[in-house]
Structure formats: C-alpha cells, structure tokens
C-alpha cells in the first residue's frame, strides 16, 4: 500500500510559478511511475505529466509542455510539479499518483494521493 500526500498548491498570478510536492510512503518508491493529473471544477480529470520509476523518461500535455517540469527525488520518496508560466487556465486540483507501469492514462494508476488547489488569478 502506498501513501501520497501532496503539498505546494495554492493561489498566484498569472505568470506566476509554484511547485507541487508529493511525499510517498509505503511500497518501494522507485519501482513506481508517478504521475500528475489535475481536476478543474466541471471538467473530468486529466493528466498532466508522468515520470518513470528512476527519473529517466518524462512525459507531458501538450497544454503545459514547455512549462511545467516533472521530477522525483527516490531517496526522499517524493516526486515535484514545478509549475512555470501558469494561466488561469492551469487552475484546477492537482493530484499525485502512482503506478506499476509508465503510461498516461489514470485506469494504470491504483494509488492517488489527496490533492492540492491550484488556483491562477488573471
């Protein structure tokens, strides 16, 4: 069983930056992909970024390619959502999850931490 808490979101400007935290306990943190997708009000959740197990391969949405950054830290078991040049658009729930496989699709993650608020002022 694997715990996920995440932390970092909050309220910003337009322009502005924030990064996400995700603590992971339980589990051998480095054998799971980690993944961030994000749930604005109304709107279905969607993935944002996913990183493979030792940090190698990266993926991105189109929508924030170029902006965000995912990155983990093994040792301390937490994976990072560096947010860049957020739009209002980017408001929304970020949620961190973990999966045995590298894939972008949230049916291959089985454990999701809480969320986080982000929330892009214009």
């Known amino acids: 069983q694997v715990q996920l808490v995440e932390s970092g979101g909050g309220l910003v400007q337009a322009g502005g930056s924030l990064r996400l935290s995700c603590a992971a306990s339980g589990g051998t943190f480095s054998s799971y992909a980690m993944g961030w997708f994000r749930q604005a009000p109304g709107k279905e959740r969607e993935f944002v970024a996913v990183?493979?197990?030792?940090?190698?391969?990266?993926g991105y949405a189109h929508s924030v390619k170029g902006r965000f950054t995912i990155s983990r830290d093994n040792a301390e078991t937490t994976v990072y959502l560096q947010m860049n040049s957020l739009k209002p658009e980017d408001t929304a729930v970020y949620y961190c999850?973990?999966?045995?496989?590298?894939?972008?699709?949230?049916?291959?993650?089985?454990?999701w931490g809480q969320g986080t608020q982000v929330t892009v002022s214009s």
């Open positions: 999850a973990a999966a045995r496989n590298y894939d972008s699709s949230s049916v291959a993650y089985e454990y």
């Open positions: 990183i493979s197990g030792r940090g190698v391969i990266t």
